[in-house]
């Protein structure tokens, strides 16, 4: 990573994919940096590929670059794709023609008999000194091998600008590649902190690299409305807006009346259409996410008839401050009643509304209506609900959610689509038509499966990115902890239930703690790398080991690209205990091997002349700070970790 700093001094120029890919001159980098991107190709393919076979000798990009590619409508989205890939860091002419040639340079094929070995998003990818072909059933198989060509080429083609002095090859392989699975998802929270379309955009065009398939936005959430719904205006007036608040969400606190709220935004439905369709260029599905019965602050507060609570014409938009009490565990007890009025007609038919637009807007098969974390401590107090659970003969609380997904469910099957909730759906009773998106761990979506609704899984204890990655000294503090190593190990198919029932799995970014664009790329690599394969590559060809060699050759190619990425993997670990004559006692070790951690006790900075960490460590009497820092052999990797004795003290518990 250190011999990377240089391309933080790139400044990339923005490009537009259109059917014709022209270059314009772009300033080159710099020698140094040419020289540090020239070095040879390493096949460090992510995910994994079902198999791959390196042959002798290199392919040599030519100036002038012909792609032969069928003429058909999504073939034109692969071939626009790969000549901007291709044309902007290299300089090269990229053409294209439609018509069989001996003479192109990459081929892209169609199989005029299906080939079943590679379903719809396989494809075999062979590289020869001579040429390069891509043979797909489907063009979404093209696009994921167009993916993997471009990870045989040096790091820099990651660069949006011309790079100069390097020798554009690719080793000669032969590559047979399929999913694992079919539903490959990052969730994007956009709710507790509003990203703009183009950052949106940004934040597929990193996915992509990786094989996945589904973006699951978050649009709703107690910190705002993010679609705009015609006929509820409100919703975008009130809904989308927000007092700012910066430090430690959920503590903040509360705003004041004459506080501005100006924080936010929102999507049109204009602007939906536009990233619907940037998506589906890229073979992306975009799932559309209304969180309800809870999470449903910023709709009751355009609202308030939507709620069962009195003086909700009172309540506003969140900004962060403490709305719910965790203390007795989940489900939580409201300070608010966040939740929409499931004895009240009027929701329904504001479902209804909302349902019919975003079922119109977004063409994936599914619309996910949330169902986790409902409160029921203000339902409990209710006269509507306790009349209509005497009605509907519903028993408790979790019946009463029930009856109101099950309508709800209702609502969007009627617009042509399937519904799908979070795991607390199941609590209902609901039928096996409607799909589970398992959260809570994998237990909910094996108990899922076994009762044949169609599951994700996206457990929080293997694809929760909006946990902390290292110490917490280092990351935004958050309930939890996941290393990368720990994400490695998520396996989407539980051996004991039918496969048939597991869609796929997903890694989930709530947004709380990341307030900008940068810092939700930081939260999701290399996290979303180990995800990534493990939704795509054969669970058997899983290895720690290897998979890391990979993730270090795609810290280079992110620096390039300019996507933002924790570093944390490198970060020391700290354990601590008591001698036992009450000494405070600290091991260190390190997540991957072969790094060396250096320390100190006298608040100077350590490099590789410190003392080198060997065995446990006793603080010197007086001491206040701890500062470790790892290197592999000569070269750092690992950031200067400032670790207070106190803090360790707390952690080792009472001397």
Known sequence: MKNIIALCC?????????????????PALSAETASILNSPPEIAIIPEPVAIVKQEGYFILPANVTIQCADVPENKQVLAFLEERLSAATGSYVSAVSKTTPSASIKLLINDKADHTLAAEGYHLQVTPNHITIRANKPAGLFYGVQTLLQLFPAAIESKEKVEDIEWKAPCVEITDYPRVGWRGLMFDVARHFFTKEEVKQYIDAMVRYKYNVLHLHLTDDEGWRIEIKGLPKLTEVGAWNVKKVGEFGNFIPPVADEPRNYGGFY?????????????????????????????LAAVSSYPELSCTPGAENYRVRSGERIMDWSRGAPPIALVDNTLCPANEKVYSFLDTIITQVAALFPFDYIHMGGDEAPFNFWEKNDSVK????????????????????????IVEAKGKKFIGWDEILDGDLPSSAAVMSWRGMKYGTEAAKKKHEVVMSPSTFAYLDYMQADAITE????????????????????DVDPKYIKGGQANLWTEQVYN?????????PRGMAIAESVWSP??????????????????????????YAPSVYDPIFKVSRSADRQLQI??????EGLDIYYSFDNSFPDRFYPKYTEKLTPPKDATMLKVITYRGKNQVGRMMNMPIEELNKRAGKK
């Open 587 to 592: 091991e260190l070790s390190t997540e991957v």
């Open 539 to 564: 669970a058997a060809k899983k290895n720690w080991t290897n998979f890391f060699g990979r993730v270090e050759q795609h810290f280079k190619r992110l620096d390039v690209a300019e996507t933002k």
């Open 387 to 410: 009349a209509l659970m005497q009605k509907e003969g519903l028993k408790d609380m979790h019946q009463v959610q029930g009856y109101f997904e099950k309508r709800v469910q209702k």
């Open 268 to 296: 049109t439905q204009d602007d939906i259409r536009e990233l619907v369709a940037y998506a589906k260029a890229r073979f992306v599905n975009i799932l559309p996410e209304i969180d309800v019965p809870g999470h449903s």
């Open 476 to 495: 935004p503090r958050v309930y939890a902890s996941l290393r990368l190593s720990k994400s490695y190990e998520f396996d989407p198919v539980p051996a």
């Open 10 to 26: 790139f400044c990339l120029v923005s490009y537009t994919v259109t059917g014709q890919t022209s270059v314009s001159p772009a």
């Open 517 to 525: 664009i940068r810092q939700a790329e930081y939260m999701t690599w």
